[in-house]
């Protein structure tokens, strides 16, 4: 941990193994795709952070499989995130945030991660990626 804020995110893999992404609005920071995150609300917990983040960037409704190993920094806070699978209930996610999700195999996830221009964001996503499928 570097002493920044905390955010809290998900990684959502289905049942056949594909990854969620989403690709942040106007490519925010550099990033063309990576996970959902964000800061907690007044009191909300590390995990109901996570899960309100995923619904409001995806659109996706999740419930928690395990919390992924790790803290990741990013360029503006440290990052914990959370290894879901999808409900199977979905709502449009908040375009403000987010152009557009995907559903995608691990190796085409690494590839689109990579197209992120934030060098920060880019190697904390390939190694949240890592991590979660690796735990999974």
Same mark, same amino acid.
Request: charged share 25%; with cysteine.
């Given at each position: 941990? /570097?002493g920044?804020?905390?955010a809290?995110?998900?990684?959502?893999?289905?049942s056949?193994?594909?990854?969620?992404?989403r690709?942040?609005?106007?490519?925010f920071?550099g990033?063309?795709?990576?996970?959902?995150?964000g800061?907690p609300?007044?009191?909300?917990t590390q995990e109901?952070?996570?899960?309100? &983040?995923?619904?409001?960037?995806?659109?996706v409704?999740?419930e928690?499989v395990d919390?992924?190993?790790? !803290?990741?920094?990013?360029?503006?806070t440290?990052?914990?995130?959370?290894?879901?699978?999808?409900?199977?209930?979905?709502? !449009?996610?908040?375009k403000k945030?987010t152009?557009?999700?995907?559903?995608?195999?691990?190796?085409?996830?690494?590839?689109?991660?990579g &197209?992120? /221009?934030n060098p920060?964001g880019?190697k904390?996503?390939?190694?949240?990626?890592?991590?979660?499928?690796?735990?999974?």
């Open positions: 941990m /570097t920044k804020k905390l809290y995110g998900g990684v959502v893999v289905d056949e193994g594909r990854i969620l992404l690709e942040p609005t106007n490519h920071d990033y063309v795709w990576t996970f959902p995150k800061r609300n007044g009191g909300e109901e952070t996570a899960l309100r &983040e995923t619904l409001e960037e995806t659109g409704f999740a928690i919390r992924i190993p790790g !803290s990741f920094p990013g360029g503006t440290d990052n914990i995130y959370f290894l879901m699978r999808p409900t199977g209930r979905t709502e !449009s996610p908040c945030e152009a557009s999700v995907l559903w995608t195999p691990p190796d085409k996830a690494r590839r689109l991660i &197209e992120t /221009t920060v880019l904390r996503d390939l190694a949240v990626l890592e991590a979660a499928i690796a735990l999974r």
